[in-house]
T-cell receptor, first 112, second 114 residues
Framework: RKEVEQDPGPFNVPEGATVAFNCTYS??????FFWYRQDCRKEPKLLMS???SGNEDGRFTAQLNRASQYISLLIRDSKLSDSATYLCVVNIGSSNTGKLIFGQGTTLQVKP | DTGVSQDPRHKITKRGQNVTFRCDPI?????LYWYRQTLGQGPEFLTY????????KSRLLSDRFSAERPKGSFSTLEIQRTEQGDSAMYLC????????????FGAGTRLSVL
């Protein structure tokens, strides 16, 4: 079983749609959670951290469910520029070493 | 440009040859990480440094792989006796110790082993 699992998609949605991505992680000792964004042939970039209470950044909302070991990302009012691969990322273990474990990524295509 | 830089951007080599990649982190960042990414997959952790000390190595890093960060600034990743399975994008990232989870990635070195 992979340490971080995501549905690879692709998710094809029209502009203005709301889309949600999910991710599960296997290590219950994981301490920190993130969503990174990766554009085609580019490097990953931090989109947002995910906090236990849930957090929002503009059109993006992230949720964490520690009991179910589940992380989600909701994108409202999708823009063409949101087309990218969204990587679910976990810092494994209690020592918080900075060693990040990435999911496979979920590809989003927003169409006009 | 004060971001993470990697050199070369692309490397084509024949099986059995040695290759070396360089990463220059953001100047004040004390942590430096190497990841490998293959098509359709997320980056996989290889190793990381805090200053010049290599603190962790993944089991993915076979004996043919070695990484150094001699002065706590730039780092090199060497692959000896390359194999076709080594073909991948090699990504370097850096972070500040107190914000270690916020990692800034370079554009990567794409290795093709023929």
């Amino acid at each position: 079983r992979k340490e971080v699992e995501q549905d690879p998609g692709p998710f094809n949605v029209p502009e203005g749609a709301t889309v949600a991505f999910n991710c599960t992680y296997s290590n219950s000792a994981s301490q920190s959670f993130f969503w990174y964004r990766q554009d085609c042939r580019k490097e990953p970039k931090l989109l947002m951290s995910v906090y236990s209470s849930g957090n929002e950044d503009g059109r993006f909302t992230a949720q964490l469910n520690r009991a179910s070991q589940y992380i989600s990302l909701l994108i409202r009012d999708s823009k063409l520029s949101d087309s990218a691969t969204y990587l679910c990322v976990v810092n494994i273990g209690s020592s918080n070493t900075g060693k990040l474990i990435f999911g496979q990524g979920t590809t989003l295509q927003v169409k006009p | 440009d004060t971001g993470v830089s990697q050199d070369p951007r692309h490397k084509i080599t024949k099986r059995g040859q040695n290759v070396t990649f360089r990463c220059d982190p953001i100047s004040e960042h004390n942590r430096l990480y190497w990841y490998r990414q293959t098509l359709g997959q997320g980056p996989e952790f290889l190793t990381y440094f805090q200053n010049e000390a290599q603190l962790e190595k993944s089991r993915l890093l076979s004996d043919r792989f070695s990484a150094e960060r001699p002065k706590g600034s730039f780092s090199t990743l060497e692959i000896q006796r390359t194999e076709q399975g080594d073909s991948a994008m090699y990504l370097c990232a850096s972070s500040l110790g107190r914000e270690q989870n916020i990692q800034y990635f370079g554009a990567g070195t794409r290795l093709s082993v023929l």
